[in-house]
Antibody
Framework: QVQLQESGPRLVKPSQTLSLTCSVS??????????WTWIRQHRGKGLEWIGY???????YYNPSLRGRFSISMDTSRNQFSLKVNSVTAADTAVYYC?????????????WGQGTLVTVSS | DIRMTQSPSSLSASVGDKITITCRAS??????LNWYQQKPGKAPSLLIH???TLQRGVPPRFGGSGSGTDFTLTISNLQTEDFATYYC?????????FGQGTKVEIK
């Protein structure tokens, strides 16, 4: 059974970098044909897809976001990470990691429990 | 971006009711449509993928249908544990996008 768990600082100051890690158990992130993704949800709002990292380390990001996002993987720890540069209050959200399943069409399953990150001085 | 519009935004229903949630895409998304359930304080969980395929473990009272731009999620014989927010999600166009959610509340 695949499980994902987000971790990282819950409070980040404006203009700094938000860094989160997703630890994966029950599957190796660098095998198979899975993608691994980040999604965020602003308080009381809908879901916004951020981007993904492929099992071979390739990445793709939501082109509607402004290029401040970076996803990477650490195969030795079976983790993948999200960095958001130059954060503002608008980046305050619950951040989820998930596995992308399927081969076009795709779907997200399972999800991590999510972690609330607040951007504030 | 493909805009996903759900209706209604919220609804009140009773245990045992049958409800239908609609999701309309701003352009055709073929069969690349998923549904998720989210309970307060929890992560979304997959209910249905590819329009109508139930995720393993999802009760058969959940059903999905549709094609092109118009899709529906139907819940028959609504149970207490079904009161939650439901999101549709398309993975056809770039970027992948979600509907705004439909909150199902107890009447």
């Amino acid at each position: 059974q695949v499980q994902l768990q987000e971790s990282g600082p819950r409070l980040v100051k404006p203009s700094q970098t938000l860094s989160l890690t997703c630890s994966v158990s029950g599957a190796s992130i660098n095998t198979g044909t899975y993608y691994w993704t980040w999604i965020r949800q602003h308080r009381g709002k809908g879901l916004e897809w951020i981007g993904y990292v492929y099992f071979n380390g390739g990445t793709y990001y939501n082109p509607s976001l402004r290029g401040r996002f970076s996803i990477s993987m650490d195969t030795s720890r079976n983790q993948f990470s999200l960095k958001v540069n130059s954060v503002t209050a608008a980046d305050t959200a619950v951040y989820y990691c998930a596995r992308i399943y399927g081969d076009y069409p795709n779907w997200f399953d399972p999800w991590g429990q999510g972690t609330l990150v607040t951007v504030s001085s | 971006d493909i805009r996903m519009t759900q209706s209604p935004s919220s609804l009140s229903a009773s245990v045992g009711d049958k409800i239908t949630i609609t999701c309309r895409a701003s352009q055709s998304i073929n069969n690349h449509l998923n549904w998720y359930q989210q309970k307060p304080g929890k992560a979304p969980s997959l209910l249905i993928h590819g329009v109508s395929t139930l995720q393993r473990g999802v009760p058969p009272r959940f059903g999905g249908s549709g094609s092109g731009t118009d899709f529906t999620l139907t819940i028959s014989n609504l149970q207490t544990e079904d009161f939650a927010t439901y999101y549709c999600h398309q993975t056809y166009g770039d970027p992948w996008t979600f509907g705004q959610g439909t909150k199902v509340e107890i009447k």
